[in-house]
């Protein structure tokens, strides 16, 4: 998964990657693409598996999704920081990377579950 093979040698092999490339601007794209992709992608797939959910159970997999999201970001974020720095940094139309992925996440995921959150809120609450 997005979580496996985590050491220095693979993080500086894709930080590798998106220097080489991101010296391009066509590619500088693709790969801001992709780390919104994978993102997209990853609470897609998570926050279907909250389909069935209501109440505590909903709330305690929000946040649970939310702490792994983050996770993801800081390290996506790591290994794509050269794009903050050269492409994102000189455009008004591409957001920074945080930003794309907490607007990746809203539409993605909170977007889908607020009302449901919302009236597990209410009831933990009554």
């Known amino acids: 998964g997005v979580f496996e093979n985590k050491t220095n040698m693979t993080f500086m092999k894709a930080y590798s990657v998106v220097v ?5 601007q066509q590619h500088s794209y693709k790969l801001y693409s992709y780390y919104k992709k994978v993102i997209v992608e990853y609470c897609t797939a998570n926050v279907a598996a909250m ?24 390290w996506m974020q790591r290994v794509f920081q050269y794009l903050d720095r050269f492409f994102t940094k000189n455009s ?22 607020k009302d449901k959150c919302v009236q597990a809120m209410i009831d933990a609450i009554n």
Not at 20 to 24: A, I, L, V, Y
């Open 20 to 24: 080489q490339f991101g010296d391009q």
């Open 92 to 113: 008004n139309e591409y957001p920074d990377l945080f930003s794309a992925a907490l607007k990746s996440f809203q539409d993605a995921v909170y977007v889908k579950v």
């Open 51 to 74: 389909d069935g959910c209501h109440g505590e159970d909903l709330l305690k997999r929000l946040a649970d999704l939310w702490e792994k999201q983050t996770i993801l970001v800081f």
